[in-house]
Each structure stands twice: as C-alpha cells, then as structure tokens.
C-alpha cells in the first residue's frame, strides 16, 4: 500500500501510474483537498479536469496535519504503507515526525519517496513550480522562434518526467526490499529531471560545451526535421537519415546535391535545404504526402491538435481512452502481456 501525502501533478501522477498497475493508493489530502480540485475551468461533473486527471484508483482521506488526531490518523495510514510518497518542502515530514529517518527508526523496510523542486540541500528553500523550473532548469531557453521569447512547453512536462521517475525509483526500491528486507529513500527533484530529460542537448553542453538555443520547430542535429508547409497547412517532415532522404527526393523529383548528401551536410546547410525543399512541399497537402511519402520509409505528419491525435490513437486500435466510473480518462500507455493496468475506481471526491 502506498501512503500518497503528494498534491498537484509530479507525486500524484507518480503514484497513479502505480495505482494503475494495481496498488493500494490513500491519498492523504488536508482540508480543503489536493489545490488541484479548485484548478479549473475545465470542469467535468463538477470536478477539475486537472485533478481527474492525475487521481484514479485512490482512495482519499482528509487529514490536518496541525492537529493530534489529524497527526494520528496520517501515522495510522503510514503504518499500513509499504511506501509513502510525499512532495512538501524539505523539511515539512520532519516537523510532524513523519520524514523519512524516523519512519525508518520504526520500519527498516519502508520505502520512502520524496519529491522536491531542487533538492534537499542549497535549493530547499525554492518553491519547486513547472514553469519556474523549465526557466532556470534551461528547457524555455531551447524553446521558441529563432529571435523570438523564451516560451515553455504547453503541458507541465517536468512535473510529468518527474513523476515517471519517481515510479521507478520506487519499483527498484521495492525489488531491493524484496530482495533484502531493506527499504531506502528515493529522492527525485524537478531540476535534475529536467537536466537528464533534455537529453541531447545537454550532452552538448556537457561533453562539448555547447549552449545550444532556440531553432524553433528546427533540430540542432538532424535535417531536414521540423514543421514544414504543405498546401492545406503546417506538417511535420522528419527525415532522420540519409536513405529516407534519398527517398524523398526521388518522390520529389530532384537529385541528391552533393551538399545535403550527409546529414550533417544537411544541418550545415539547412536554409538552403528548405529553401530548395519549401516551393516543392506546397505541391499537395499534408494528407497527399503522408499517403505518397510514408509507404516509402519518410516520416511525416500534419500538426494534430488533441481531437485529431485521439482520433489518430483510436484508429491505429490503442484505445486510448478509459471509462474510469462514469469518467473518460487517458489509458496508461503501459501494456503488460500478464498484469495489464486496470481501473477500478474513479478520482475520489473529497471526503
């Protein structure tokens, strides 16, 4: 069982996914309930879109901290958990005697998660929001038109990385118990997340020095790989080597230039690419060359908005979408062949 002290999105969509995969969720909310239950319009039967979608198959009790009984029915939840999952400020378990040392003095093999904003040292002070964090943590300054401002990414993405890993954090911390008998503590902070999930571009800087910066709908390593304008509209082309660039050019009717027959040729000269490239895309729309360019091995695409990529979900049978008690929700894109997720009950209401 898991004691879920988390509020908003990164530890509430850590433990969904595990709740998802079949474990006991309480979540412990104080009065007035997770800020997300107010965090609306949207609204959907008189719930938040934004809490419905992070808050399935739990279970939800409303404790006051501040007060004796409302301390011992939280220790009472806590004593039944295998693993508790809390994202206060470093700092704040301590204060009620429910942080990870005195837990531990009680129960050696609990498994204890703690998410913050930017660790439990120098940076426990900084409130740990998304968007502050895709600010400092780098993501905005890749983010955004050539000249243009810094913009952030349209969903709360580092909250969602970060609840992904502190899923496995847990699952390998509960296969060591399982090995050992010895639960850990499991800390996972938006900022590191960040810096690991940018991947590529922080390899960049790291291993080359690179400070890289905003392309764009462009990629800083492969061409060409951006949103390109088709006859009805924006579409996606993503060519990601030199065989589906040859394809391409054979659909369009051109020869391979000797300057884009590599792609780092390609990236080295990507505006005269495109330049080549953009009065030849215009020729149909962007549903004439998925039909014409995907059966050859080129990747492209038009720029769904979200009914259209439910839509597409749907039609290639992934079922993307579950009635969760009366409420439509995202499926968990985890498929296991023997113990697939299931959805027993809806987000709870507030008790």
């Known amino acids: 069982m898991i004691a879920d002290f988390g509020r908003v999105l990164a530890a509430p969509y850590a433990t969904m996914l595990l709740a998802d995969l079949g474990a006991e969720v309480v979540k412990i909310e104080p009065p007035g309930g997770d800020e997300t239950r107010?965090?609306?319009?949207?609204?959907?039967?008189?719930?938040?879109?934004?809490?419905?979608?992070?808050?399935?198959?739990?279970?939800?009790?409303?404790?006051?901290?501040?007060?004796?009984?409302?301390?011992?029915?939280?220790?009472?939840?806590?004593?039944?958990?295998?693993?508790?999952?809390?994202?206060?400020?470093?700092?704040?378990?301590?204060?009620?005697?429910?942080?990870?040392?005195?837990?531990?003095?009680?129960?050696?093999?609990l498994v204890y998660c703690s998410v913050t904003g930017f660790g439990a040292g120098k940076g426990r002070e900084l409130p740990g929001y998304d968007l502050l964090v895709q600010a400092v943590g780098g993501l905005m300054s890749v983010t955004g038109e050539r000249g243009g401002e810094p913009v952030k990414a349209g969903v709360a993405l580092v909250d969602v990385l970060t609840g992904v890993h502190a899923a496995v954090g847990i699952l390998a911390a509960l296969r060591h118990r399982d090995a050992t008998g010895e639960g850990q503590l499991v800390e996972v902070d938006l900022l590191s997340v960040l810096l690991s999930s940018m991947v590529n571009q922080s390899a960049g800087y790291t291993a080359a020095g690179v400070v890289p910066g905003m392309l764009g709908n462009r990629h800083p390593s492969i061409a060409p790989y951006e949103v390109v304008r088709a006859a009805d509209g924006p579409m996606v082309l993503a060519v990601g080597n030199d065989r589906q660039f040859r394809r391409l050019c054979s659909v369009l009717g051109v020869g391979v230039d000797a300057r884009f027959a590599s792609n780092s040729g390609r990236v080295a000269h990507v505006d005269e690419l495109m330049g080549l490239l953009g009065p030849l895309l215009l020729e149909k729309t962007a549903p004439e060359w998925f039909e014409v360019l995907t059966p050859v091995g080129v990747p492209c695409g038009p720029v769904n908005d979200l009914a259209g990529a439910f839509g597409l979900a749907a039609d290639l049978g992934l079922e993307p979408v579950v009635d969760v008690g009366g409420v439509d929700l995202v499926a968990n894109p985890i498929r296991l062949s023997r113990t697939p997720a299931t959805y027993r009950l809806p987000p709870p209401p507030l008790a």
């Open 38 to 109: 107010g965090w609306g319009p949207p609204f959907a039967g008189g719930q938040a879109t934004y809490f419905l979608s992070v808050n399935r198959n739990k279970s939800s009790v409303v404790v006051d901290l501040g007060t004796a009984e409302g301390l011992a029915a939280a220790r009472e939840v806590v004593g039944r958990a295998d693993v508790v999952v809390e994202n206060f400020r470093p700092g704040v378990m301590e204060r009620f005697g429910l942080g990870y040392s005195a837990l531990r003095a009680e129960r050696p093999g």
